[in-house]
T-cell receptor, first 111, second 115 residues
Framework: KQEVTQIPAALSVPEGENLVLNCSFT??????LQWFRQDPGKGLTSLLL?????REQTSGRLNASLDKSSGRSTLYIAASQPGDSATYLC??????????FGAGTRLFVKA | DAGVIQSPRHEVTEMGQEVTLRCKPI?????LFWYRQTMMRGLELLIY????????DSGMPEDRFSAKMPNASFSTLKIQPSEPRDSAVYFC?????????????FGDGTRLSIL
């Protein structure tokens, strides 16, 4: 059974700092690994999707990496801004329609 | 692209009442998902439809929960009778069918409170 864990549960950083969010999964047989952002009272917004054959994906200040063999993914945020404050969730798509979500990392970027 | 549309955004009702949540997926997306999010259990998949057909409802917690998708542009999640432990945020998501490497698109959710 796939389990997805995110560390840390919460993170507070000053504006401008580079940061890394961690995601681990127990079953390496995944189709893809997806990172989402959730703002308070809102749904999830897809940030990056890394296919199982890929090692990383980049979008602007965001870079996500995937290491299937170790069951890990990281989301790197460069030059953080207060607008980056949100909860970030990773999700492992394990085949068929099953997507298993982590509990999320709540990020606060101080101005 | 209008995105996934859910209604109502908020619902407060008394225990025992029937609750109906609605979802309009993105046009052209033939896969539809209903999720429930709580602090204790995080985000859980309740049911998944493909081309309007329920594929797996193993995540539906009890017989009190039912979901339908009468056509490609509309789905409902019904709880009857509702209980306080059903209080949560319910999300609908859709995805283009046939490609698992397409992201799911989420609606803004329905925040349900059962008193």
């Amino acid at each position: 059974k796939q389990e997805v864990t995110q560390i840390p549960a919460a993170l507070s950083v000053p504006e401008g700092e580079n940061l890394v969010l961690n995601c681990s999964f127990t079953d390496s047989a995944i189709y893809n690994l997806q990172w989402f952002r959730q703002d308070p009272g809102k749904g999830l917004t897809s940030l990056l999707l890394i296919q199982s054959s890929q090692r990383e994906q980049t979008s602007g200040r965001l870079n996500a990496s995937l290491d299937k063999s170790s069951g890990r993914s990281t989301l790197y945020i460069a030059a953080s801004q207060p607008g980056d404050s949100a909860t970030y969730l990773c999700a492992a798509h394990t085949g068929g329609f099953k997507t298993i979500f982590g509990a999320g990392t709540r990020l606060f970027v101080k101005a | 692209d209008a995105g996934v549309i859910q209604s109502p955004r908020h619902e407060v009702t008394e225990m025992g009442q029937e609750v109906t949540l609605r979802c309009k997926p993105i046009s052209g997306h033939n896969s539809l998902f209903w999720y429930r999010q709580t602090m204790m259990r995080g985000l859980e998949l309740l049911i998944y439809f493909n081309n309007n057909v329920p594929i797996d409802d193993s995540g539906m917690p009890e017989d009190r929960f039912s979901a339908k998708m009468p056509n490609a542009s509309f789905s409902t999640l019904k709880i009857q009778p509702s209980e306080p432990r059903d209080s949560a945020v319910y999300f609908c998501a859709s995805r283009r069918t046939g490609d698992y490497n397409q992201p799911q698109h989420f609606g803004d959710g329905t925040r349900l409170s059962i008193l």
